[in-house]
């Protein structure tokens, strides 16, 4: 499939270059991780509707396990929130950067995952080029605040909002 191959050369882009060779491990490791983890539990759920979702298939207790159960370093989520709060302080939730990193990996590996496996009925690839940052590009979705007066109020803690 053409478009599979695309994903692959999109991820590649060279802001992906750019990543410390730990972090590209990191998204490799979810990856695997999550691909696996989907073989399973795509197989459980096809089971399960095709059921009528009346008969729990066998083996998984009330309720299949999550990525945490396979995601080979797992994160707080919800990360801590540093942002202290304060009189006239920011209602906004600011994160440390790491912890936003990872949680942007673990994003892009599931979001690959569901991509290249075809688990949904739409692709990413239905949107055009310009539609695809917001799907994949971490500044859309964190974005780094400084400690200090702000336009959404004062912020305690420099951090990722």
Known sequence: MAHKDT??????????????????QKLVDCFAAYWSWNDTIWEWYDTWAD?????????????????LDADPSPVLDPPINIQLSAPGGSTWTV???VAAFDLYIRY??????????????????????????????????????????????????????
């Not at 994903?7 to 270059?17: E, F, G, I, L, N």
């Not at 059921?51 to 990525?67: K, N």
């Not at 239905?126 to 964190?142: A, C, I, T, V």
Request: glycine share 12%; hydrophobic share 40%.
């Open 95 to 97: 994160i440390d950067s």
């Open 108 to 161: 892009v590996a599931m979001t690959l995952v569901v991509e290249i496996g075809e688990h949904v009925g739409w692709s990413m690839f239905d949107y055009d080029w310009k539609s695809l940052p917001e799907l994949l590009d971490g500044s859309r979705m964190f974005r780094w605040i400084g400690k200090g007066n702000s336009p959404w109020g004062v912020i305690n803690a420099a951090g990722i909002a």
């Open 7 to 24: 994903a692959v050369t999109y991820c590649q882009a060279p802001s992906m270059a750019d990543w410390p060779a730990g972090n590209k």
């Open 51 to 67: 059921s009528g979702f009346a008969v729990l298939p066998e083996g998984y207790g009330p309720s299949p396990s999550t990525t």
